[in-house]
């Protein structure tokens, strides 16, 4: 079993930056991939960005290519994602999630680890 709590999420004004963190507990950090989703109301969950339990290898959705970053700290149990140059389409609750490959965190979802959401809002 794997407990995930994000943080980090608020409200920014396009353009602007926010990271956001997610805490794993409760098995080996590094032998899970780690991803963000998010969903905004009225659409379904989507695929943010993943990264491989050893960190060498991540994945982005073509919409925030060059704009986020994700990574993760072993040391310390977390996964952030750095938002930049945030639009009013970025707002959405994101979702921390944990699987056991990047593959499977993408296109298994039912076989994730989840985390409870964190809200960002971006506003024009």
């Known amino acids: 079993q794997v407990q995930l709590v994000e943080s980090g999420g608020g409200l920014v004004q396009a353009g602007g930056s926010l990271r956001l963190s997610c805490v794993a507990s409760?098995?080996?950090?590094?032998?899970?991939?780690m991803g963000w989703f998010r969903q905004a109301p009225g659409k379904e969950r989507e695929f943010v960005a993943a990264?491989?339990?050893?960190?060498?290898?991540?994945y982005y959705a073509d919409s925030v290519k060059g704009r986020f970053t994700i990574s993760r700290d072993s040391a310390k149990n977390t996964m952030y994602l750095q938002m930049s140059s945030l639009k009013p389409e970025d707002t959405a609750v994101y979702y921390c999630?944990?699987?056991?490959?990047?593959?499977?965190?993408?296109?298994?979802?039912?076989?994730?680890?989840w985390g409870q959401g964190t809200q960002v809002t971006v506003s024009s």
């Open positions: 409760g098995r080996t950090f590094s032998a899970y991939a």
């Open positions: 999630a944990a699987g056991t490959s990047t593959l499977v965190l993408r296109l298994r979802r039912s076989e994730n680890y």
């Open positions: 990264i491989s339990g050893s960190g060498g290898s991540t």
